[in-house]
């Protein structure tokens, strides 16, 4: 067997020209484009990069962004405050701090800085309980990506096994919960976990999400299991061993191509969804 290949840049395109017409009708509506904020503290390659490709993408989807940096220095309470001020600021309709910061910064405290009703990537408390809850919120953008890939190719998670290897409270956790809301049964594993490679055996889900270069290896993965990694490590390398998993998959997502392009989509669509809601209750 050889699986087929989820087309993550497909689905996000879908997800893109939706929020297009989204945004193009709040626009003729309010006379203003719905806008992403960004915050970037340090001067980090990687988070530059990131940032750059969320502003970009806001430009040619119709959002206005607000691109805003700190140094590398600045404290807590300098980053609370600029979060703050955008939390305020009529014209801001999503807000997005670009993580990891630096050390000395505290990040859950700027995190809860954001107002829930700004929180376009998910990364509030309010919309952790939200999303556990079952609740109206934002969820993390990369798990509802991978929510959006799996009901992009008919994969009903109800009933099946799901095991999801990795635990931060971006990632591992929220897609979890994401899956058993839809009624999975799920497993977590993480670094104490023992015996990983037989908990992934029985998976029909494998969600691998720890940021180790091929670390679930394919002769683990059942056959026909559906597997989606979203991990990205240096040289484009996931955390699957992909060309040994897919022999035995049914669906797989590549790295690059495949979990990445759509939570960049997910975070546009929650800022048109951030503006057309702020509208509404104006
Ligand atoms: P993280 O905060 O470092 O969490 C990694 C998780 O993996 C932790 O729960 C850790 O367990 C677990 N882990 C580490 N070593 C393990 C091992 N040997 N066996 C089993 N579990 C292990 O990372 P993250 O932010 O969730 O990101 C994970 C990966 O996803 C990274 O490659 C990141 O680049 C990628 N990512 C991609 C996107 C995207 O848009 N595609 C978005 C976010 C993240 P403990 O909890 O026990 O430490």
Known sequence: MSADVIDGI?????????????????????GRKPCLATVLVGDDPA????????????????????????????????????????????TVDGILVQHPMPPQIDERQVFEAITPTKDVDGV???????????????????????????????????????????RSSILGKPVGMLLLA????????????VGLAGVVSEADIVVAAVGRPRLIKGSWIK?????????YNPGNIGDVEYTAAARRARLITPVPGGVGP?????????????AEAAHIAA
């Open 182 to 193: 839809r009624d999975a049964t799920v497993t977590y594993c993480h670094s104490k976990t």
């Open 47 to 90: 988070s530059h990069t990131y940032v750059q490709m969320k502003t970009n993408r806001c430009r040619t989807v119709g959002l206005n962004s607000q691109a805003h940096r700190l140094p590398k220095t600045a404290a807590t309470v300098e980053v609370v405050a600029l979060v703050a001020k955008l939390a305020t600021d009529n």
């Open 10 to 30: 497909a689905v996000a395109n879908r997800i893109l020209s939706d929020t297009a017409v989204r945004a193009a009708q709040f626009a003729e509506i309010t």
């Open 262 to 274: 759509t939570t960049i989509a997910v975070l546009l669509a929650q800022t048109v969804e951030a």
């Open 124 to 166: 509030t408390s309010a919309s952790f309980a939200a999303m556990a809850l079952g609740d109206k919120g934002f969820a993390s953008c990369t798990p509802a990506g991978i929510m959006h890939l799996l009901d992009a190719y008919d994969v009903d998670p109800a009933g099946q096994r799901a095991v999801v290897v990795g």
């Open 223 to 231: 056959s026909g299991a559906i597997v989606v990694d979203a991990g």
